[in-house]
């Protein structure tokens, strides 16, 4: 296999979260166009992104669910294993935030963000290593974090708390699963045109002191992350464990 084929997810079966809208199925049509069929969860319509990828010939198999309700990682894996014998790949895109000030915010608030963002997507990963352990050939798992997995930010506690946690984890993960094969790391986006900063980017002073922190001067959009994605899921990436990739647009190399 040349170094270009390894890139080649054909044959390959990922289940991504959040892969109805944003970056999520940005991932989910990523993969797929680099040969995976997809296992999408999500809690939205999924219709346009199952059209989207068996366009490209893949199969998309719909989990309308939340990651958050109980026994959700278990069904996922489930259901995975059942329409296709067998999982690669593992991608947690699911989030959500609470845009709270850290002087008002609530404890339901901060707790449902930290059950979504980094309770439901740890204890995905680890149903995910079982199967993997289980099929016996490794498998790729691949987080979301954030700016906030290194940066404070702003009216977003309890999202910056999961985010630093989703770093965290992630090596800690790779420290312990490595040694069956499991390859897990994380892709922190910059600021991404999504629903999730729609009410972010309708606030003229936050616009106008983010774009020009951007070396690169515009936000991304969620196919911008489709490229990490497919090298960190394929074959190309066999000794890359642990870490947390930004595509920034260079946000973070900006003091
Ligand atoms: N947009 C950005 O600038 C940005 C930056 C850094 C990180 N992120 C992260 O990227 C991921 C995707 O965010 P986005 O911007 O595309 O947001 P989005 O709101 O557009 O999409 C979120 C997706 O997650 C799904 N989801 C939310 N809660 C869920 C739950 N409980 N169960 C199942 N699915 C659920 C939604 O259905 C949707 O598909 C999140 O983890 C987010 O924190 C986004």
New binding site residues.
Partial sequence: MTAYEKFSLAGKVAIV?????????GIALGLASAGADIVG????DHSETKKKVEEMGRRYVTIQ????DPGADDMIIAKAVEAFGKIDILVN?????RRVMAIDIERKDWQDVLD??LT?LFFLCQKAARQFIKQGGGGKIIN????TSYQGGIKVIP?TAS?AAVRMITMHMCNEWAQYGIHINAI?????E????AAMRSEPHRMAETAPRIPMTRWGK?DDLAGAAIFLASDASDYVNGFTIAVDGGFLAKS
């Fill in positions: 979260t959040g892969s109805t809208r944003g970056i999520g199925q969860v999500g809690r939205s669910a939340s990651v958050a895109a699911a989030g959500i935030t979504v963002n439901a979301i974090g954030s700016m999202y985010k922190a986006p910059g600021y991404i999504t629903d999730m900063t969620p």
